[in-house]
């Protein structure tokens, strides 16, 4: 201020002129003086100030992504670490290779995968832990091949490194919640009914599937029933039903939830690949109530499940009628009438929510119910499905 009354007026109007105040040209010397004090106290540039906080709110959100995911990996590795007894090793010799060496199963003198457990039912690591310091040791018993797998063909070794694998996608890149997990049971048979999302991976099939092994208080396999092209590829189709997963058949689910597995069924089948990203979440006819069928002929009850997340890791632009007939000249078994068509090959990283709702008890166990009344429970399973995804979606701030 002392400096600025040493100037004469017409040094202040330049000063003025080169800070761009305004109405200078009317300004007395002594409200030249003071435009030109507040002019010249520093200022931080309002565009740069919001742009430095929304870097510093996504580096602050990434970094507690990070910490959250490393908590719920070491709450879920405590937890599977429960089932095996690592103080004492199975006996059980496996032909001329020895005594098999693993972890025991907790009150058990045998592992987990000589009958220690359930393992067709129950995703127990073999040596009590999952990771790939694991690796050596479950290579080396898929060599010997010295246990069962079921008639489905599910290999639980093979299954526990892909549950290792796909764990990243829902700890560390989805970062998969999930709500109402007390709604699964922890013995007998059940249907799981979710809604499909528009991807060209079943991620929702395995995001489901781990949500139960990793948040239930019994880490349970959910066998989840997949569309035929997954079946039909030479490779994918053995590494598909040995990782857990098996045919889209009446005869494969009724097996499965006979022997009181927990089974995962998406009802729109081929029609959810159809939906454009502006039909995210709008659900299709939950087929001709297949499931509903099925659930009450055996006996179990049925789960809805509400899936927000997979209909944006792959947005569809469109969908194509040609496309589809060009797929089904190759695998002509494989039921759609048009195929989504989406432009990024990589999954975005969209934040996951699930949501398992109350079961709906079978009304007459053992019997085949008639057509109405199939009809009638499938749409209760889709309005109770599509009410949870409204609500979830309503609540929702931001896909990542």
């Given at each position: 201020?002392?400096?600025?009354?040493?100037?004469?007026?017409?040094?202040?109007?330049?000063?003025?002129?080169?800070?761009?105040?305004?109405?200078?040209?009317?300004?007395?010397?002594?409200?030249?003086?003071?435009?030109?004090?507040?002019?010249?106290?520093?200022?931080?540039?309002?565009?740069?100030?919001?742009?430095?906080?929304?870097?510093?709110?996504?580096?602050?959100?990434?970094?507690?992504?990070?910490?959250?995911?490393?908590?719920?990996?070491?709450?879920?590795?405590?937890?599977?670490?429960?089932?095996?007894?690592?103080?004492?090793?199975?006996?059980?010799?496996?032909?001329?290779?020895?005594?098999?060496?693993?972890?025991?199963?907790?009150?058990?003198?045998?592992?987990?995968?000589?009958?220690?457990?359930?393992?067709?039912?129950?995703?127990?690591?073999?040596?009590?832990?999952?990771?790939?310091?694991?690796?050596?040791?479950?290579?080396?018993?898929?060599?010997?091949?010295?246990y069962e797998t079921d008639a489905?063909?599910?290999?639980?070794?093979?299954?526990?490194?892909?549950?290792?694998?796909?764990?990243?996608?829902?700890?560390?890149?989805?970062?998969?919640e999930v709500e109402g997990i007390?709604?699964?049971?922890?013995?007998?048979?059940?249907?799981?009914?979710?809604?499909?999302?528009?991807?060209?991976?079943?991620?929702?099939?395995?995001?489901?599937?781990?949500?139960?092994?990793?948040?239930?208080?019994?880490?349970?396999?959910?066998?989840?029933?997949?569309?035929?092209?997954?079946?039909?590829?030479?490779?994918?189709?053995?590494?598909?039903?040995?990782?857990?997963?098996?045919?889209?058949?009446?005869?494969?689910?009724?097996?499965?939830?006979?022997?009181?597995?927990?089974?995962?069924?998406?009802?729109?089948?081929?029609?959810?690949?159809?939906?454009?990203?502006?039909?995210?979440?709008?659900?299709?006819?939950?087929?001709?109530?297949?499931?509903?069928?099925?659930?009450?002929?055996?006996?179990?009850?049925?789960?809805?499940?509400?899936?927000?997340?997979?209909?944006?890791?792959?947005?569809?632009?469109?969908?194509?009628?040609?496309?589809?007939?060009?797929?089904?000249?190759?695998?002509?078994?494989?039921?759609?009438?048009?195929?989504?068509?989406?432009?990024?090959?990589?999954?975005?990283?969209?934040?996951?929510?699930?949501?398992?709702?109350?079961?709906?008890?079978?009304?007459?166990?053992?019997?085949?119910?008639?057509?109405?009344?199939?009809?009638?429970?499938?749409?209760?399973?889709?309005?109770?499905?599509?009410?949870?995804?409204?609500?979830?979606?309503?609540?929702?701030?931001?896909?990542?």
């Amino acid at each position: 201020m002392d400096d600025l009354s040493n100037l004469t007026k017409a040094d202040l109007l330049a000063r003025a002129r080169s800070q761009n105040v305004t109405g200078r040209s009317r300004m007395t010397k002594a409200e030249l003086i003071q435009a030109l004090a507040v002019s010249d106290v520093p200022h931080t540039a309002p565009a740069k100030a919001t742009l430095s906080v929304r870097t510093s709110a996504v580096a602050k959100r990434t970094a507690q992504d990070r910490e959250h995911a490393r908590q719920r990996r070491e709450v879920t590795a405590r937890r599977l670490a429960a089932f095996v007894d690592t103080s004492k090793k199975c006996k059980k010799r496996q032909s001329h290779y020895g005594p098999c060496g693993l972890p025991v199963a907790i009150d058990r003198d045998v592992c987990v995968l000589h009958g220690g457990a359930d393992i067709f039912d129950l995703a127990i690591p073999v040596t009590g832990q999952l990771g790939v310091a694991t690796w050596p040791t479950l290579l080396r018993h898929l060599m010997i091949a010295d246990y069962e797998t079921d008639a489905i063909g599910l290999d639980p070794i093979i299954a526990e490194v892909v549950q290792h694998i796909v764990n990243w996608l829902y700890f560390d890149y989805f970062r998969v919640e999930v709500e109402g997990i007390e709604n699964i049971p922890m013995s007998g048979g059940a249907l799981l009914a979710a809604n499909h999302g528009g991807a060209a991976l079943p991620y929702d099939a395995a995001m489901l599937a781990l949500s139960v092994a990793n948040e239930a208080p019994l880490p349970r396999r959910v066998r989840v029933i997949g569309t035929e092209i997954f079946n039909m590829l030479p490779t994918v189709s053995h590494l598909y039903r040995k990782a857990g997963a098996a045919y889209a058949s009446r005869a494969d689910t009724e097996h499965l939830l006979g022997n009181k597995r927990l089974v995962g069924v998406f009802p729109e089948g081929a029609a959810a690949f159809q939906k454009p990203a502006s039909e995210a979440y709008r659900l299709r006819r939950f087929g001709r109530g297949g499931f509903v069928t099925v659930a009450e002929r055996v006996g179990v009850p049925i789960i809805p499940v509400a899936i927000v997340g997979s209909d944006e890791v792959h947005p569809a632009v469109t969908s194509s009628s040609l496309l589809a007939k060009m797929v089904q000249m190759v695998f002509p078994d494989q039921r759609m009438d048009r195929l989504a068509i989406f432009l990024n090959p990589i999954p975005l990283p969209v934040r996951w929510h699930i949501r398992i709702l109350e079961p709906l008890q079978p009304d007459n166990p053992g019997s085949d119910p008639d057509p109405l009344t199939v009809l009638e429970r499938a749409d209760l399973v889709r309005d109770r499905v599509q009410a949870a995804l409204d609500d979830m979606l309503a609540k929702r701030t931001s896909v990542f």
